[in-house]
C-alpha cells in the first residue's frame, strides 16, 4: 500500500511528515489566495473574517482528538489481546509440568512451534495486510490431540 512506508515511520518521524505536510499545505493555499486578492479581488477577500480560523481550528482539533483516540483504543485492544493470549500459554506450560517426561516436553515443543509460527508467518503476514489466518493454529490443533479443525 501507498500509506505503508508512512505508518512504518518512527512516532518522530511520522509526526514530522504529517506537519510538515500540513505546513506545506498551508503554505501553498497562502500563495494562492495572496496571487488571488491582487487587484480589483482584494474587497473580496478583505470581506471573510478571521474569527472563521477559530471554528475551523477547533473542528481540525476535534478530528485529530477522535483519530488519536481510535488509534490509542486498537492498540489498547490489540496489546490485551496478545497479553491474554502470552497469558494462556504460560498456563498451559506451567500445566503442562504436572506431565512430566514425554507429554511436557511435546507441549513445550508444540508451544514453542506455535510461538515462532505466529511471529515469524503470521505476523508479518498481518502486518502486510494479507494475512489468511485458520481458525485453530496447526501446533494448538496438534496440542489439542487433533480434535479441533
Known amino acids: 500500500m501507498m500509506s505503508d512506508w508512512l505508518h512504518n515511520l518512527p512516532l518522530a518521524w511520522m509526526a514530522l511528515a504529517v506537519f510538515g505536510f500540513t ?49 490509542w483504543n486498537d492498540t ?14 504460560c498456563t498451559v506450560l506451567f500445566l503442562a509440568v504436572s506431565f512430566p517426561g514425554e507429554p511436557q516436553a511435546q507441549m513445550s515443543a508444540l508451544i514453542r512451534r506455535y510461538v515462532e509460527e505466529a511471529a515469524n508467518r503470521e505476523w508479518p503476514l ?24
Open 23 to 71: 505546513y506545506l499545505t498551508a503554505a501553498l493555499i497562502h500563495i494562492f489566495v495572496m496571487v488571488l486578492a491582487k487587484g480589483e479581488r482584494a474587497h473580496a477577500f478583505k470581506a471573510v473574517s478571521p474569527g472563521v480560523l477559530s471554528p475551523l481550528g477547533i473542528l481540525f482539533a476535534l478530528f485529530v482528538a477522535f483519530t488519536a483516540s481510535q488509534v
Open 126 to 149: 498481518m502486518a502486510r495486510e494479507n494475512a489468511a489466518l485458520p481458525i485453530t493454529p496447526k501446533p494448538l490443533a496438534e496440542a489439542l490431540g487433533g480434535r479441533l479443525p
Open 76 to 89: 489498547e485492544r490489540a496489546n490485551t489481546a496478545v497479553a491474554h493470549e502470552a497469558s494462556a500459554l
